[in-house]
């Protein structure tokens, strides 16, 4: 079946550096990729929305300066937190969408902590 | 605009009693209804998608879940439930073109052993 790869699981950094999490289709091409966002015992929240060769298509109240989403082929999307702050800390989680298929298929998230 | 309900934050139930979780979605056309599960730390795993045809929709794990249009619902069911079941449940709606994808606030299983 279709698998996403999310790296890194996890990730400590420090405030004021810049972070960048992968998001890889590995056995099928997605024409469009999602980022979300989990709050502790929080559903998912939907950050920002990609297509390939396009930018990225940002939720109301989501910073598009601060999360920089670039989908450069097929198979990679990429979401940087820039400057992060310990409010950035969270679960990030991306998601594939199959050309051929209208299914979704998950990464395993990243948990960010920025101390 | 659109919206996904899930009426209870927590659900207790003993292993091999029957579950139902409950989903109500709010959406101006043929919504395209998911449910998710999500282990503690981990990203999440498709259970079943409804897009069109029979309304009663079977999934992997034994679940399954039933579009009624009537009631805006989607619950999902099992007959048996297993202690390995317990993990976080989401229910997601997406659009026909799937430029939009939204998920519930999520039901959290407990087993009874």
């Known amino acids: 079946g279709a698998v996403v790869s999310q790296h890194p699981s996890r990730v400590i950094c420090k405030s004021g550096t810049s972070v960048k999490i992968e998001c890889r289709s590995l056995d099928f091409q997605a024409t469009t990729m999602f980022w979300y966002r989990q709050f502790p015992k929080k559903s998912l929240m939907l950050m920002a929305t990609?297509?390939?060769?396009?930018?990225?298509?940002?939720e109301q109240g989501v910073e598009k300066d601060k999360f920089l989403i670039n989908h450069a082929s097929l198979t990679l999307s990429t979401l940087t937190v820039t400057s992060a702050h310990p409010e950035d800390s969270s679960f990030y989680i991306c998601?594939?969408?199959?050309?051929?298929?209208?299914?979704?298929?998950f990464g395993s998230g990243t948990r960010l902590t920025v101390v | 605009a659109q919206s996904v309900t899930q009426p209870d934050i927590h659900i207790t139930v003993s292993e091999g009693a029957s579950l139902e979780l409950r989903c109500n979605y709010s959406y101006g056309a043929t919504p395209y209804l998911f449910w998710y599960v999500q282990s503690p730390g981990q990203g999440l795993q498709l259970l079943l998608k409804?897009?069109?045809?029979?309304?009663l929709v079977q999934g992997i794990k034994g679940f399954e879940a039933e579009f009624k249009r009537s009631q805006s619902s989607f619950n999902l069911r099992k007959p048996s439930v297993h202690w390995s079941d317990a993990a976080e449940y989401f229910c997601?709606?997406?659009?026909?073109?799937?430029?939009?994808?939204?998920f519930g606030s999520g039901t959290k299983l407990n087993v009874k052993p």
């Open positions: 997601a709606v997406g659009d026909y073109n799937f430029n939009k994808f939204y």
């Open positions: 998601s594939a969408r199959e050309r051929t298929d209208y299914g979704y298929t």
């Open positions: 409804y897009f069109s045809g029979d309304t």
């Open positions: 990609s297509n390939e060769g396009s930018k990225a298509t940002y």
